[in-house]
C-alpha cells in the first residue's frame, strides 16, 4: 500500500476500498464510544468519521473494537498446531498473540522456535514471538535442548520476535546469574517478561531492577499490589489451570488501568471452544463491575504499547485494520473480525480456509530408553513402615501443597494407596533415552484403578505417569512412545483412551473439534478410573514444573521448590 494512496483515502479525495458504515467506534485513546465509519485501505484503517468506500458494509448496531490481543499464550497448552489455534481464537475476537514457545523450545531448542515462527506465516492473525528465556527452566530436570544467550541472539533479527519470554528462573536473576544476566543484558530496550510467583520485599526489588518489565504470576491482590507499586505491569491472567482474574479484578481502577493487560497463558482447546478466548475476559471482568471500555483497553493499546506494536491496539488513523465487531459489550458476541483489512471470521466461526496454511514438518521426539515393568517399582528401604513426601495437588492452580505419609511396604515395595487417595507418579526421561526415571507419591487425582500419563510436562516435557499399579503404569507409558506423545489412559495392561500429540509430543495434527472429541472421551475414561480432577491431563502437565512451589517430580526425583533443591522420597523421622 502506497503511503500517498493512504493520505488521499484519509483526506476524502479518493474512496476507501472498504467502508464499515454505522457503526459505534470503541476510542481507547479518549475512552468514549462514538459514532461513525471506518474507512480502510488494503491493511490500514484511514480514517474515522464520514467516508465512502468501494465496498460498504451497513454495521449499524455493532460496535467496532480494535481486535484483541492476548498479552503472553503458550500456543502448544491449546493442543492445536498454529494455524489451527490461530483460526479458532480468530473468531473469538483475537487478531494478535504474543507466544512465548518455551514448551517446544525445551523439546527442540531453537529448531523448535523457528518451526513455530515459520508455521505462523500464513495464519489469519499476527503471532509474535518472545524469546524463551528459561530452557530448561531448572538444573533439576532434563530437557531436549539448553538455551544460552549466544543461542537466543540470531532469533532477534527477526521481526516477529519481539523480547524475551518470561524469567521463570527469578531466583537466578536475584542471586545475579551470568547466564540469566547475559539473557536479560542482551536485550537492551527490548520488553522482558517476568514470572515471579509469590516475589516481594528486597528480592522484588532486584528482580525489577533488571529491566523486567511484567508478571502474570500474581494470584492475590497483595502480591499484584506490591508488584504494581514497583513498576511492574501486571498480566491478569485467566487460564485452563490457573485463574486469577476475579482475585485481581478490584486492584484495577481509573487511575492505575495502563498497567494491566489480559493474557490465557496456558489454555487448552475444550476451554477454548466452551469459553471462549480473550472474549471471555471481557465477559468475566465487565460482569465484575470493570467498565467496558476499559476492560477493551487491557485487551488492546495496553499490550499494544507495552509490546511496542505501535501499529496495533486502536481503531485509529494508520493503524492496521485489525477489528473486532461486538453486538454489545456485555455478551461480547463477536459478529466480524478483520486482520490486517482482511474479514477473517464471521458469527463466531472462522472463514479462512485451513489448506491455507502451509504444513511444516517436525520429527519425532519421543527417544526413551528400553522400559520394562519393574522400572514403575518403588523398593522399600526397610521392611518397616516410613514416611514419604506427597505431592498435593490444587485443583486449578499450578502450584501445590506438600504433606509427608506413612506407608507400609507390601512385598518390598511401596505401593499406592488408593483409599487415602495416595497415587504412585514416575517421570521419563524422553529426549536422549538417559534413561531417567524420577518416582514420588501424590495425592488429589482420586484414581481408584489404572494409570493416565502424558508427554506433556512442564517445562521439560518428559514423560509424566500417575497410576496405582506398576503393569498400568508402564503399559500407558509404552503406548505414549508408540504413538510419539500424547495422553493415555490405561487399565489392567489395556489403553482405554488416546490422544495422539505428535507435533513434539505436545500439539496435534487434528482440527479442533476433532481434538475435543478425542479429550472427551480421554476424560472420560480417567473419570472412569476414579479420577475426581476436572482437566487431569492439565493438572498432570504442571507437576513437573520446577520452578513453582511447593514439591514437584521430575525425571531427576523431587524438588523442594521453595529451599530449590531436590530431596529424597523418604521424610527425615
Same mark, same amino acid.
Given at each position: 500500500?502506497?503511503?500517498?494512496?493512504?493520505?488521499?483515502?484519509?483526506?476524502?479525495?479518493?474512496?476507501?476500498?472498504?467502508?464499515?458504515?454505522?457503526?459505534?467506534?470503541?476510542?481507547?485513546?479518549?475512552?468514549?464510544?462514538?459514532?461513525?465509519?471506518?474507512?480502510?485501505?488494503?491493511?490500514?484503517?484511514?480514517?474515522?468519521?464520514?467516508?465512502?468506500?468501494?465496498?460498504?458494509?451497513?454495521?449499524?448496531?455493532?460496535?467496532?473494537?480494535?481486535?484483541?490481543?492476548?498479552?503472553?499464550?503458550?500456543?502448544?497448552?491449546?493442543?492445536?498446531?498454529?494455524?489451527?489455534?490461530?483460526?479458532?481464537?480468530?473468531?473469538?475476537?483475537?487478531?494478535?498473540?504474543?507466544?512465548?514457545?518455551?514448551?517446544?523450545?525445551?523439546?527442540?531448542?531453537?529448531?523448535?522456535?523457528?518451526?513455530?515462527?515459520?508455521?505462523?506465516?500464513?495464519?489469519?492473525?499476527?503471532?509474535?514471538?518472545?524469546?524463551?528465556?528459561?530452557?530448561?527452566?531448572?538444573?533439576?530436570?532434563?530437557?531436549?535442548?539448553?538455551?544460552?544467550?549466544?543461542?537466543?541472539?540470531?532469533?532477534?533479527?527477526?521481526?516477529?520476535?519481539?523480547?524475551?519470554?518470561?524469567?521463570?528462573?527469578?531466583?537466578?536473576?536475584?542471586?545475579?546469574?551470568?547466564?540469566?544476566?547475559?539473557?536479560?543484558?542482551?536485550?537492551?530496550?527490548?520488553?522482558?517478561?517476568?514470572?515471579?510467583?509469590?516475589?516481594?520485599?528486597?528480592?522484588?526489588?532486584?528482580?525489577?531492577?533488571?529491566?523486567?518489565?511484567?508478571?502474570?504470576?500474581?494470584?492475590?491482590?497483595?502480591?499484584?499490589?506490591?508488584?504494581?507499586?514497583?513498576?511492574?505491569?501486571?498480566?491478569?491472567?485467566?487460564?485452563?489451570?490457573?485463574?486469577?482474574?476475579?482475585?485481581?479484578?478490584?486492584?484495577?481502577?481509573?487511575?492505575?488501568?495502563?498497567?494491566?493487560?489480559?493474557?490465557?497463558?496456558?489454555?487448552?482447546?475444550?476451554?477454548?471452544?466452551?469459553?471462549?478466548?480473550?472474549?471471555?475476559?471481557?465477559?468475566?471482568?465487565?460482569?465484575?463491575?470493570?467498565?467496558?471500555?476499559?476492560?477493551?483497553?487491557?485487551?488492546?493499546?495496553?499490550?499494544? +504499547?507495552? #509490546? /511496542? %506494536?505501535? *501499529?496495533?491496539?486502536?481503531?485509529?488513523?494508520?493503524?492496521?485494520? &485489525?477489528?473486532? $465487531?461486538?453486538?454489545?459489550?456485555?455478551?461480547?458476541?463477536?459478529?466480524?473480525?478483520?486482520?490486517?483489512?482482511?474479514?477473517?471470521?464471521?458469527?463466531?466461526?472462522?472463514?479462512?480456509?485451513?489448506?491455507?496454511?502451509?504444513?511444516?514438518?517436525?520429527?519425532?521426539?519421543?527417544?526413551?530408553?528400553?522400559?520394562?515393568?519393574?522400572?514403575?517399582?518403588?523398593?522399600?528401604?526397610?521392611?518397616?513402615?516410613?514416611?514419604?513426601?506427597?505431592?498435593?495437588?490444587?485443583?486449578?492452580?499450578?502450584?501445590?501443597?506438600?504433606?509427608?505419609?506413612?506407608?507400609?511396604?507390601?512385598?518390598?515395595?511401596?505401593?499406592?494407596?488408593?483409599?487415602?487417595?495416595?497415587?504412585?507418579?514416575?517421570?521419563?526421561?524422553?529426549?536422549?533415552?538417559?534413561?531417567?526415571?524420577?518416582?514420588?507419591?501424590? +495425592?488429589? #487425582? /482420586? %484414581?481408584? *484403578?489404572?494409570?493416565?500419563?502424558?508427554?506433556?510436562?512442564?517445562? &521439560?516435557?518428559? $514423560?509424566?505417569?500417575?497410576?496405582?499399579?506398576?503393569?498400568?503404569?508402564?503399559?500407558?507409558?509404552?503406548?505414549?512412545?508408540?504413538?510419539?506423545?500424547?495422553?493415555?489412559?490405561?487399565?489392567?495392561?489395556?489403553?482405554?483412551?488416546?490422544?495422539?500429540?505428535?507435533?513434539?509430543?505436545?500439539?496435534?495434527?487434528?482440527?479442533?473439534?476433532?481434538?475435543?472429541?478425542?479429550?472427551?472421551?480421554?476424560?472420560?475414561?480417567?473419570?472412569?478410573?476414579?479420577?475426581?480432577?476436572?482437566?487431569?491431563?492439565?493438572?498432570?502437565?504442571?507437576?513437573?514444573?520446577?520452578?513453582?512451589?511447593?514439591?514437584?517430580?521430575?525425571?531427576?526425583?523431587?524438588?523442594?521448590?521453595?529451599?530449590?533443591?531436590?530431596?529424597?522420597?523418604?521424610?527425615?523421622?
Amino acid at each position: 500500500m502506497e503511503l500517498k494512496r493512504l493520505i488521499d483515502v484519509a483526506a476524502g479525495r479518493t474512496p476507501a476500498d472498504l467502508v464499515l458504515r454505522g457503526g459505534t467506534i470503541v476510542n481507547v485513546f479518549s475512552g468514549e464510544l462514538l459514532p461513525g465509519d471506518v474507512a480502510i485501505v488494503g491493511d490500514r484503517i484511514a480514517g474515522i468519521g464520514a467516508y465512502d468506500g468501494r465496498e460498504v458494509v451497513d454495521v449499524s448496531g455493532q460496535f467496532v473494537s480494535p481486535g484483541l490481543i492476548d498479552a503472553h499464550v503458550h500456543i502448544e497448552s491449546s493442543m492445536l498446531a498454529v494455524p489451527e489455534f490461530a483460526r479458532l481464537v480468530s473468531a473469538c475476537g483475537t487478531t494478535a498473540v504474543i507466544t512465548d514457545p518455551h514448551e517446544i523450545a525445551n523439546v527442540m531448542g531453537t529448531e523448535g522456535i523457528r518451526y513455530m515462527l515459520a508455521a505462523s506465516k500464513y495464519c489469519p492473525i499476527h503471532v509474535y514471538v518472545m524469546a524463551s528465556s528459561c530452557v530448561p527452566a531448572s538444573r533439576f530436570e532434563s530437557a531436549g535442548a539448553e538455551l544460552d544467550a549466544l543461542d537466543l541472539e540470531p532469533l532477534l533479527g527477526d521481526r516477529w520476535v519481539l523480547g524475551l519470554a518470561e524469567m521463570m528462573n527469578y531466583p537466578g536473576v536475584v542471586h545475579g546469574d551470568p547466564d540469566c544476566l547475559a539473557k536479560l543484558e542482551m536485550m537492551g530496550d527490548r520488553p522482558m517478561d517476568g514470572h515471579a510467583p509469590g516475589l516481594s520485599g528486597r528480592d522484588l526489588c532486584a528482580y525489577v531492577a533488571t529491566g523486567i518489565g511484567s508478571d502474570h504470576e500474581c494470584t492475590g491482590l497483595e502480591e499484584a499490589r506490591e508488584k504494581l507499586r514497583h513498576g511492574l505491569a501486571i498480566m491478569i491472567r485467566e487460564g485452563s489451570q490457573a485463574r486469577n482474574l476475579e482475585a485481581l479484578l478490584p486492584l484495577v481502577n481509573p487511575q492505575n488501568l495502563d498497567r494491566f493487560m489480559f493474557c490465557t497463558d496456558d489454555k487448552d482447546v475444550d476451554d477454548l471452544l466452551q469459553q471462549g478466548q480473550i472474549d471471555h475476559m471481557l465477559r468475566m471482568a465487565v460482569a465484575g463491575g470493570l467498565d467496558p471500555v476499559h476492560a477493551i483497553r487491557l485487551a488492546t493499546i495496553n499490550p499494544a +504499547r507495552y #509490546f /511496542g %506494536l505501535r *501499529h496495533l491496539g486502536a481503531v485509529a488513523p494508520g493503524r492496521l485494520a &485489525s477489528l473486532a $465487531l461486538f453486538d454489545d459489550l456485555t455478551s461480547f458476541r463477536v459478529r466480524r473480525v478483520y486482520s490486517a483489512g482482511r474479514l477473517v471470521a464471521e458469527d463466531g466461526r472462522s472463514v479462512v480456509s485451513a489448506a491455507e496454511s502451509r504444513p511444516q514438518v517436525l520429527r519425532s521426539t519421543i527417544n526413551v530408553k528400553w522400559l520394562e515393568p519393574e522400572q514403575f517399582a518403588v523398593p522399600a528401604p526397610s521392611s518397616e513402615p516410613c514416611r514419604v513426601h506427597v505431592i498435593e495437588v490444587l485443583e486449578d492452580r499450578i502450584d501445590t501443597e506438600r504433606s509427608i505419609e506413612t506407608i507400609t511396604p507390601r512385598d518390598g515395595h511401596l505401593e499406592a494407596d488408593p483409599q487415602r487417595d495416595l497415587a504412585r507418579i514416575a517421570v521419563i526421561e524422553r529426549h536422549r533415552a538417559e534413561g531417567n526415571i524420577g518416582h514420588a507419591f501424590v +495425592r488429589g #487425582f /482420586g %484414581l481408584q *484403578h489404572g494409570a493416565i500419563a502424558s508427554s506433556v510436562g512442564h517445562d &521439560s516435557h518428559n $514423560l509424566v505417569v500417575v497410576g496405582t499399579n506398576a503393569l498400568d503404569m508402564y503399559t500407558a507409558a509404552v503406548h505414549l512412545v508408540k504413538i510419539r506423545g500424547g495422553f493415555c489412559v490405561a487399565r489392567d495392561g489395556q489403553t482405554l483412551a488416546d490422544v495422539p500429540l505428535p507435533v513434539a509430543g505436545l500439539m496435534s495434527t487434528a482440527g479442533p473439534e476433532e481434538l475435543s472429541g478425542q479429550l472427551q472421551r480421554l476424560h472420560a475414561a480417567a473419570a472412569d478410573l476414579g479420577g475426581r480432577l476436572r482437566r487431569p491431563f492439565m493438572a498432570l502437565s504442571f507437576l513437573t514444573l520446577s520452578v513453582i512451589g511447593k514439591l514437584k517430580i521430575t525425571d531427576q526425583g523431587l524438588v523442594d521448590v521453595d529451599a530449590f533443591e531436590l530431596i529424597p522420597l523418604t521424610a527425615d523421622t
